[in-house]
């Protein structure tokens, strides 16, 4: 397996991988979905499409063979900040160690752009996955940051009270 930029060949294929992982009954087959949290779509292809054509975004992909595997998007936020989001397992691989490396392989790469820092957001109600971020050095900062319930975008929550809670490491 591999960790590279993805290109806008993989953009369904990355698509596909990232609604598995997250929505429906795929995500479940894993332990890090939002199914019970939140319906509809984790992204579409146009958002994936704005961030291959964004040069602040750099969307990785890990490879087995010619199969993704995993992904995560980091932005370049400037000053020494990078964004880590849409980390990404094929549920059928989670708990083999692949979450693990692609999270440390994305933190060598934002530090290879000039981050100092990393930073997410993770939903509250997701202990077991903030837990698994804290114990892979990511603290909690205190900010909460509200959950855009009425964006399509997103999802469509199950419940009222999603918020996030933004994570935060040191490089």
Do not use: N
Request: aromatic share 6%; net charge negative; proline share 4%.
């Amino acid at each position: 397996m591999h960790l590279e930029a993805a290109s806008i060949d993989d953009l369904r294929a990355l698509h596909a991988l990232i609604e598995s992982a997250y929505r429906g009954d795929t995500a479940r087959a894993g332990w890090s979905h939002e199914a019970d949290l939140l319906g509809g779509q984790r992204t579409d292809l146009v958002a994936l499409e704005a961030m291959l054509d964004d040069p602040l975004q750099h969307v990785l992909v890990l490879r087995d063979d010619e199969l993704l595997r995993a992904c995560v998007v980091l932005t370049d936020k400037g000053d020494g900040l990078a964004y880590l989001g849409m980390l990404t397992v094929d549920p059928e691989r989670q708990t083999s160690g692949i979450g693990r490396m692609i999270l440390a392989a994305a933190e060598d790469h934002a530090a290879a752009l000039g981050a100092a820092r990393v930073e997410m957001t993770v939903i509250a109600q997701r202990d077991e996955l903030i837990e698994w971020y804290e114990r892979r050095g990511y603290v909690r900062t205190g900010d909460r940051r509200p959950f855009p319930a009425h964006d399509p975008r997103f999802g469509f929550p199950k419940r009222d009270d999603l918020v996030f809670l933004v994570l935060q490491k040191t490089l």
